[in-house]
């Protein structure tokens, strides 16, 4: 009986370290987060361009992670990509003309929705949409623009050397 | 002289099928008897106490150490490309998702699944099984039953014990020794491992379990009943073991990926 009882208290210590472990794995290296009751609010917005932005991204106000990007998808009545946010229910305060923008961490960092206070006096409620946003930045487009420019220009070097004689 | 030859291959052929047709169907068996033997789960527990507490040490051990090599290997890699801040996120994925299960089950292979496999052959040598047959006790459902289920419950715990252990590890030598920014450390694991990752080292140790543990059974309870056939079950447990779980390692993570 007592040799029973070693090998179930030894037992029951090897499943709950187990499964101690497996709850460490899960809640402290994954990003999810499980949400209990508050489920806070959505707010969407539509960008002509995403870029990298994937479903999970936070989206931040100064820095700050108050939300994360449920879904985006693209919308065939605007021409554009919507992208649909979850926001923490503790940031209810966040003024109605807010603009949105799509930013990058970091040189290489992942994107992610940065929200720049409005100074309205009303504040977003769940399902509004932000009305101000700003595209991902696309470094091809903006070589192509840079470049684009450039040629346009006069040659600087040979109209001074024209001018000198 | 040709002919000998091809007669050769297809006997061996014809052995090797018997073999999978042998596994698949004790398999089988093992499967219409698990409802049965998690009713008596007593036998179980006991089992579990075998296969999974008593190779907590030697787990714990090999996932620290190869967590702290995991450390310096992927920091010494990481440096040159000027991102050593990766080193969580690295030593995260490849912990969760390979080294944990295929690791784990290697050693639970020869740690557990050769005493299990010497336990039922000593059994079948010393005529203990045909006892339980005369006094009409089922051995699969005495014996081998609860053996089987033990080592498939312990191996995914086990493997996560495994994981855990290892990031320590690696956190020690990474951010202790080498001096890579806990919060990135942590902070770019959290970003980038994701919880299908866990999962799917769950589910691969899982698979991993059923496999290591239905191979030491069958050879324990088909061994030869010598002194020397005993001896063979347990070599052929960790060697057969071994290369399925590998080649099942492979499987899964070209389907899974």
């Known amino acids: 009986m007592r040799q029973t009882r070693a090998i179930e208290l030894g037992t029951g210590l090897f499943v709950l370290l187990g499964f101690a472990a497996l709850f460490f794995l899960i809640t402290q290296i994954t990003s999810r987060e499980f949400g209990f009751g508050d489920a806070g609010y959505r707010l969407s917005a539509s960008f002509e361009q995403v870029g990298g932005l994937k479903p999970g991204a936070p989206v931040s106000m100064s820095g700050v992670t108050i939300g994360r990007v449920e879904s985006i998808a693209y919308d065939f009545n605007e021409y554009r990509a919507r992208v649909t946010m979850r926001i923490d229910g503790a940031y209810d305060r966040i003024p109605d003309d807010s603009d949105a923008g799509i930013l990058t961490a970091g040189l290489l960092g992942g994107q992610y929705v940065g929200i720049g206070p409005g100074s309205s006096e009303t504040f977003f409620a769940d399902g509004n949409q ?3 946003t700003q595209s991902a930045i696309v470094l091809e487009n903006l070589i192509s623009k840079f470049l684009f420019s450039k040629a346009a220009e006069p040659p600087a070097e040979e109209t001074t050397e024209e001018s000198t004689p | 002289m040709l002919s000998a030859v091809t007669r ?8 090797a099928l018997e073999a999978l047709g042998a596994y698949a169907l004790f398999f089988l068996r093992l ?17 579990i106490h075998n296969a999974g507490a008593h190779s907590l040490v030697i787990i714990m051990m090999s996932g620290l150490f190869v967590g702290m090599v995991l450390g310096l290997q992927g920091f010494d890699l990481l440096e040159r490309f000027g991102s050593e801040e990766s080193l969580g996120t690295a030593a995260a994925l490849g912990l969760l998702k390979e080294l944990g299960p295929v690791v784990t089950a290697l050693l639970f292979a020869g740690r557990a699944g050769t005493a299990l496999a010497s336990e039922l ?18 051995p699969v459902r005495r014996v081998v039953m609860p053996r089987f289920l033990g080592g498939v419950i312990s191996m995914p715990l086990l493997a996560a014990i495994f994981s855990m252990i290892g990031l320590f590890g690696a956190q020690l030598v990474g951010v202790q020794l080498m001096g890579v920014d806990s919060g990135q450390f942590w902070s770019q ?11 799917e080292g769950v589910l691969k140790s899982g698979v991993f379990g059923i496999a290591c543990s239905l191979v030491a059974v069958y050879e324990g309870y088909h061994a030869v009943p010598t002194a020397e056939g005993v001896g063979r079950a347990t070599t052929r447990t960790v060697v057969i073991s071994s290369v399925v779980v590998l080649l099942l390692d492979y499987m899964l993570t070209a389907v899974m990926l």
């Open chain 1, 130 to 132: 932000i009305q101000f």
């Open chain 2, 8 to 15: 050769d291959l297809l006997l061996s052929l014809r052995t």
């Open chain 2, 31 to 47: 499967v219409t008897e698990t409802p049965r033997a998690l009713w008596r789960f007593g036998l179980v527990v006991q089992q």
């Open chain 2, 121 to 138: 052959g000593l059994m079948r040598a010393t005529d203990q099984l045909a006892a339980m047959e005369m006094m009409a006790v089922d």
């Open chain 2, 189 to 199: 694991m959290r970003g980038a491992v994701e919880f299908g990752d866990v999962m």
